[in-house]
């Protein structure tokens, strides 16, 4: 879901400049704010009950990605600065400091102020922005309002509300207030694999997360069924207010890994696994 060059947002899996990054269904609808790419991802081992369905699940993913692109009209991407220190890039390793313990809104908060401080805001700003509250008004304001510079708030929170409206929200299955049907979850979870940053100086940082995922809708009649996706994310980030914020953020698909040979789960078993296993909160 590709919230708009403005915000940082870009789809490379359609060719279209779209973002939502993650939006969670909605292009990378997965809810993939990020990038404006078909949430779900295209693995062989997909199920397909029939061509309708796959002809109504690449409908769905087109919608996502015009809502991010419409969303992300309109912000101006921030630059971060000549003076930021580019970095030596390396594999994302335990450090040995102590991961933030206090959240706002729910949200990991608190990071410290380096660079690893920096890595751990992305990847766990990452986990929130293409998860399936986007797709809720009232979360999505408390997300917004939490996650982003302060600046970039009122745009942003206006651009999601015009494209995650009533319609959209129908489109991919969901009442207006974001809830699946009765019988149904819909998913969308995202789990950082590592991160990477690009730049850094005491006031930006510009971080790349590889996430894996899992977007879709458990139930046994869904046309868009829970599959797994693989993208990066970009975040640049800025120290404000004692914390690490985002100014803006892209994706884009892959790096991804041969799919493997999985026996393909229920809904009633991909329901229960997100009701019963709690996310993370990532450090660096």
């Known amino acids: ?49 029939s061509s309708r369905s796959l002809v109504t699940i690449v409908g769905v993913v087109v919608l996502l990605i015009a809502a991010i692109a419409f969303a992300n009209r309109g ?33 990991p908060s608190g990071f410290a102020h380096d660079q690893q401080g920096a890595e751990s805001a992305a990847a766990n700003y990452s986990v929130v922005l293409v998860s399936a509250d986007i797709l809720k008004p009232v979360r999505r304001s408390e997300i917004v309002q939490q996650v982003f510079v302060a600046e970039k708030v009122a745009d942003l929170e206006d651009s999601l509300n015009k494209a995650y409206d009533a319609s959209f929200l129908a489109d991919v299955g969901l009442d207006e207030n974001g809830n699946a049907p009765s019988g149904s979850t819909y998913v969308s979870r995202t789990m950082p694999v590592g991160t990477k940053a690009t730049s850094y100086s005491d006031s930006t940082a510009t971080v790349e997360v590889w996430c894996t995922g899992v977007f879709g809708t458990a139930s046994e009649d869904t046309t868009s069924p829970v599959t797994s996706d693989w993208f990066t994310m970009t975040l640049k980030l800025r120290w404000t207010d004692d ?23 229920t809904a009633d078993e991909i329901s229960k696994a997100v009701e019963e296993y709690g996310g993370f909160t990532y450090a660096r």
Do not use: C
Not at 245 to 262: H, I, L, M, R, T
């Open 1 to 49: 879901m590709s919230l708009g060059d403005e915000h940082g947002y870009e789809s490379s899996r359609t060719g279209d400049d779209g973002a939502y990054g993650g939006y969670a269904g909605t292009g990378q609808t997965r809810t993939r704010l990020p990038e404006g790419d078909a949430p779900y991802g295209g693995a062989p081992r997909r199920p397909r009950s």
């Open 75 to 107: 912000g101006g991407d921030t630059d971060t600065g000549s003076g930021d220190a580019k970095t030596e890039t390396a594999p994302t390793a335990a450090s040995g400091e102590r991961p933030v313990t206090t959240k706002a809104g729910g949200i």
């Open 243 to 265: 914390d690490w914020k985002v100014e803006s953020f892209a994706q884009k698909e892959g790096p991804a890994p041969v799919n493997g040979d999985n026996k393909v789960s």
